[in-house]
C-alpha cells in the first residue's frame, strides 16, 4: 500500500506586493476561518474593547457609582454590563464624561453584536460539500486504453443531483520563442456527470493519442509545479443550493501500474454496502 499524504484541497499560493485592502475583506476572512479561529477572534475583539472603555472609565475616579477607584476590574465589568445592555443597577454612571462614555459604548454594542450574530449565522448556513478524494491517482489500462482514474465519494448523507466533474492538468512550458508560461490542459473524462451522487465514483480519463498526458514519462510526472485538479459541482439535495468541492493532485501522487480495490458491496437488490476503510488502499495491476 503506498504511504499515507497529507490530502491537498488547494494551492499554496504566496503573494508579494498586492495592494493592502484589509478591512474591504474583513467579512470574507472571517467568513472562511475555521470556526476555532473565528470565535478566538470575536472573543479576543469582545474584551478588547470591555478592556479598551474599562480604562477610560478609570481615567475619572468616581465617574462610576459603586467602583472602587483606579481598580479596571469593577470598571471592566461596568463596561461588560454597558455593551451587553444589562444593567444591574448597582454600577451606574454619576458624571457627564461617565454619561459620554456609556453612550459610545451603547452604540459599539449595538453594531457589534448583530455583526457577530450575523457572521455566525453566514457561516452555519454557508452551502458546503463533504466529498471525499482518493489519495492518490492510478494509471492502469481500462478496456485496453491506459486510463488515469481517481475515487471521489460523497460521505454526507444525502445526494449531490446533476453532478459535474472537471478535470484539468497544470504545468509549465516552454513555447517555441522560449518563453516559460504556465497552460492549463483539460482532461476529457469518459463521464463528467452524475445524476444522483450518493456513493463512489471512479473519475477515468482516457490517455490517447488526444490527451494531454499522452507519452508522458516517468521524469514529466515529477516535473516541479505539475499540478492536476479535480473539481466537483452539483445541487445538494437537501439545501438546494450549489456546492463544489475541488482536490489538488500532484504527480508525485499518481501510481502507474495500479488500479483501485473494490469498496462496493450489493446486499440484495436495494441494499448496496461501501466499505470507506479501503477507499485509497490500491494494488498493482498490468502495466499501463
Same mark, same amino acid.
Given at each position: 500500500? /503506498?504511504?499515507? =499524504?497529507?490530502? =491537498?484541497?488547494t494551492l =499554496?499560493?504566496?503573494r508579494?506586493?498586492? *495592494?493592502?485592502?484589509?478591512?474591504?475583506?474583513?467579512?470574507?476572512?472571517?467568513l472562511?476561518q475555521p470556526w476555532?479561529?473565528f470565535f #478566538?477572534?470575536?472573543i #479576543?475583539l469582545?474584551?478588547?474593547?470591555?478592556?479598551?472603555?474599562a480604562?477610560?472609565y478609570?481615567?475619572? *475616579? %468616581?465617574?462610576?457609582?459603586?467602583?472602587?477607584?483606579?481598580?479596571l !476590574?469593577?470598571?471592566?465589568?461596568? $463596561?461588560?454590563?454597558?455593551?451587553?445592555?444589562?444593567?444591574y443597577? +448597582?454600577m451606574h454612571?454619576?458624571?457627564?464624561y461617565?454619561h459620554?462614555?456609556?453612550?459610545?459604548e451603547a452604540?459599539? %454594542?449595538?453594531l457589534f453584536v /448583530?455583526?457577530?450574530?450575523g457572521l455566525? &449565522?453566514?457561516?452555519?448556513?454557508?452551502?458546503s460539500?463533504?466529498?471525499?478524494?482518493?489519495?492518490?491517482? +492510478?494509471?492502469?489500462r481500462f478496456?485496453g +486504453?491506459?486510463t488515469?482514474?481517481? @475515487?471521489?465519494?460523497?460521505?454526507?448523507?444525502n445526494?449531490?443531483?446533476?453532478? @459535474?466533474?472537471?478535470f484539468?492538468? #497544470?504545468r509549465?512550458?516552454?513555447?517555441?520563442?522560449g518563453?516559460?508560461i504556465?497552460?492549463?490542459?483539460?482532461l476529457?473524462?469518459?463521464r463528467?456527470?452524475?445524476?444522483?451522487? #450518493?456513493?463512489s465514483?471512479?473519475?477515468?480519463?482516457p490517455v490517447?493519442a488526444? !490527451? /494531454?498526458l499522452?507519452?508522458?514519462?516517468?521524469?514529466?510526472?515529477?516535473?516541479p509545479?505539475?499540478? &492536476?485538479?479535480?473539481?466537483i459541482?452539483?445541487?445538494d439535495?437537501t439545501t $438546494?443550493?450549489?456546492?463544489?468541492a475541488?482536490?489538488?493532485?500532484?504527480?508525485e501522487d499518481?501510481l &502507474?501500474?495500479?488500479?483501485f480495490e473494490d469498496?462496493?458491496t450489493?446486499?440484495?437488490e436495494d441494499?448496496?454496502?461501501?466499505d470507506y476503510?479501503?477507499?485509497?488502499a490500491?494494488r498493482?495491476? *498490468?502495466?499501463?
Amino acid at each position: 500500500m /503506498p504511504p499515507r =499524504r497529507k490530502p =491537498r484541497d488547494t494551492l =499554496r499560493v504566496e503573494r508579494v506586493g498586492v *495592494p493592502r485592502e484589509s478591512w474591504r475583506d474583513a467579512y470574507h476572512f472571517l467568513l472562511v476561518q475555521p470556526w476555532s479561529v473565528f470565535f #478566538a477572534l470575536v472573543i #479576543a475583539l469582545y474584551l478588547g474593547l470591555n478592556l479598551v472603555f474599562a480604562f477610560l472609565y478609570t481615567l475619572q *475616579p %468616581g465617574s462610576v457609582a459603586a467602583t472602587r477607584p483606579g481598580v479596571l !476590574s469593577d470598571a471592566f465589568f461596568f $463596561s461588560v454590563e454597558t455593551m451587553a445592555t444589562i444593567g444591574y443597577g +448597582v454600577m451606574h454612571p454619576e458624571t457627564l464624561y461617565a454619561h459620554i462614555l456609556v453612550t459610545t459604548e451603547a452604540l459599539f %454594542g449595538i453594531l457589534f453584536v /448583530p455583526l457577530a450574530t450575523g457572521l455566525i &449565522i453566514a457561516k452555519f448556513t454557508r452551502p458546503s460539500a463533504r466529498v471525499l478524494f482518493s489519495r492518490n491517482l +492510478v494509471l492502469s489500462r481500462f478496456e485496453g +486504453v491506459p486510463t488515469l482514474m481517481f @475515487r471521489a465519494a460523497n460521505i454526507r448523507a444525502n445526494q449531490i443531483v446533476e453532478a @459535474r466533474m472537471n478535470f484539468t492538468l #497544470a504545468r509549465t512550458i516552454e513555447s517555441a520563442e522560449g518563453h516559460r508560461i504556465r497552460r492549463i490542459f483539460d482532461l476529457a473524462l469518459l463521464r463528467h456527470t452524475n445524476p444522483q451522487f #450518493a456513493l463512489s465514483w471512479t473519475v477515468m480519463h482516457p490517455v490517447d493519442a488526444n !490527451s /494531454p498526458l499522452f507519452g508522458f514519462s516517468e521524469a514529466q510526472w515529477r516535473e516541479p509545479g505539475l499540478m &492536476i485538479l479535480a473539481v466537483i459541482t452539483g445541487i445538494d439535495a437537501t439545501t $438546494s443550493a450549489t456546492v463544489h468541492a475541488r482536490h489538488v493532485y500532484r504527480g508525485e501522487d499518481v501510481l &502507474i501500474a495500479h488500479e483501485f480495490e473494490d469498496i462496493l458491496t450489493w446486499r440484495g437488490e436495494d441494499v448496496v454496502h461501501i466499505d470507506y476503510r479501503r477507499f485509497h488502499a490500491t494494488r498493482p495491476s *498490468p502495466a499501463a
